[in-house]
């Protein structure tokens, strides 16, 4: 029985004795604001960790999709379209918009500017013309990267990149037409002095007040995501672009799945 008592009180010791200090860990992200703003290297959670409240799984931060769309075989042939007429003219512009929220239309305008100030070396300028969402400052300028903004207006900023020969303009306009009208001329002026411009739109068919920017024979390349945009909108969208005598170039199919070689399917479900 003494032999008994003894392990017992030896266990007892044993769970006596402080735990050691808890490792302090690495802070997950648990709003979508956070993730992105803050700089990817500050994001680094581990495998095991949880966190408690508004569970995110991590996300690659955006900019990294338009430098991994850059690399595609599409937007290279029709950043190498471009290149040569800006190179030549001293005034090469394209436009893209969505024919509907969320056709991912920013991200392919900042994967072909990307391309083109990155691989062909055209000086670019990227204009965010979309009024109602302006997402392209946290595309094309990750949080890491120095960039400089210069203010020319209360309505017009450009600014740095971080990226050579790529400049970012944002158009904010909360005014009359007066003021809109202000801001289209001096963005014009500053289109002057870049070879290459890519301007993002946003859904020109929901608010065109930025489309005076593109001139009747500069292309316009309509955005439309596999299995969201609807063959109606798409339609609307041409229509009416053609209706303010705007040249529509083209088509862009959006997130399309890789088809299997059994598989027959011609459209995407919507369309």
């Not at 042939?77 to 290149?83: G, H, K, T």
């Not at 239309?105 to 062909?120: E, G, K, N």
């Not at 390349?221 to 299995?227: F, I, K």
């Amino acid at each position: 029985m003494s032999k008994y008592y003894d392990a017992i009180n030896r266990n007892l010791a044993t769970t006596r004795e402080p735990l050691p200090p808890v490792r302090p860990r690495a802070k997950l992200v648990s709003k979508t604001r956070d993730l992105i703003e803050q700089p990817a290297r500050e994001i680094k959670p581990r495998p095991n960790e949880i966190a408690f409240e508004n569970t995110l799984v991590p996300e690659p931060l955006p900019y990294d999709l338009p430098a991994m769309l850059a690399r595609q075989d599409s937007i290279r042939q029709l950043s190498e379209r471009m290149a040569p007429t800006a190179a030549v003219d001293k005034s090469c512009r394209v436009a893209i918009t969505g024919c509907r929220p969320s056709d991912g239309a920013s991200s392919i305008a900042a994967a072909l500017a990307l391309d083109l100030s990155q691989r062909l070396s055209m000086r670019t300028l990227l204009v965010d013309a979309n009024l109602q969402s302006p997402t392209l400052h946290r595309v094309v300028s990750p949080a890491e990267r120095t960039v400089a903004q210069i203010t020319l207006d209360g309505s017009l900023q450009l600014r740095m990149t971080g990226w050579s020969r790529l400049t970012l303009a944002t158009c904010c306009l909360n005014g009359n037409d007066d003021e809109r009208e202000a801001a289209i001329a001096e963005l014009e002026a500053v289109l002057s002095t870049f070879p290459a411009a890519v301007i993002d739109l946003g859904v020109a068919r929901l608010d065109p007040r930025m489309l005076p920017l593109m001139r009747p024979a500069d292309p316009i390349l309509l955005v439309v995501r596999y299995g969201q945009t609807e063959r109606k909108e798409l339609a609307t969208t041409a229509a009416a672009l053609r209706a303010a005598d705007r040249t529509v170039a083209g088509v862009i199919l959006n997130a399309r799945p890789e088809r299997s070689r059994n598989s027959s399917a011609e459209y995407p479900p919507n369309e």
